[in-house]
């Protein structure tokens, strides 16, 4: 039996599901200022997987650097959803000096 398939398929699954929560916690955390972060995983993972000769490591990089590219647009709907209140908007702590003027 070959199992090639599958693991792409497994592989591909836990990839997309892991990139939902950190394209949300990205947005909370930093807005979409890492975008060219993404940009630069994305083409590295997609130049990696040409280069690579195993099907299946080659695929997972492959799928990798899709889903890293295609969360620079989800970055920039995220913060689109939290505008219009579908996530919660991240407060803005005080910093120390803040909290001593207030006294």
Same mark, same amino acid.
């Given at each position: *039996?070959?199992?090639?398939?599958?693991?792409?398929?497994?592989?591909?699954?836990?990839?997309?599901?892991?990139?939902?929560?950190?394209?949300?916690?990205? &947005?909370?955390?930093?807005?979409?200022?890492?975008?060219?972060?993404?940009?630069?995983?994305?083409? *590295?993972?997609?130049?990696?997987?040409?280069?690579? &000769?195993?099907?299946?490591?080659?695929?997972?990089?492959?799928?990798?650097?899709?889903?890293?590219?295609?969360?620079?647009? &989800?970055?920039? &709907?995220?913060?689109?959803?939290?505008? =219009?209140?579908?996530?919660?908007?991240?407060? =803005?702590?005080?910093?120390?000096?803040?909290?001593? *003027?207030?006294?």
């Amino acid at each position: *039996m070959y199992f090639t398939g599958i693991i792409i398929a497994l592989s591909t699954f836990l990839i997309i599901g892991v990139f939902h929560p950190i394209v949300i916690k990205t &947005e909370y955390y930093f807005g979409t200022r890492p975008w060219s972060l993404f940009l630069i995983c994305g083409i *590295m993972s997609v130049i990696a997987s040409l280069c690579i &000769e195993n099907i299946i490591t080659s695929s997972v990089l492959g799928v990798l650097g899709a889903s890293f590219l295609w969360s620079i647009g &989800e970055l920039f &709907e995220q913060k689109q959803r939290v505008a =219009k209140g579908w996530f919660p908007k991240r407060k =803005k702590k005080c910093s120390s000096d803040d909290a001593d *003027m207030k006294k």
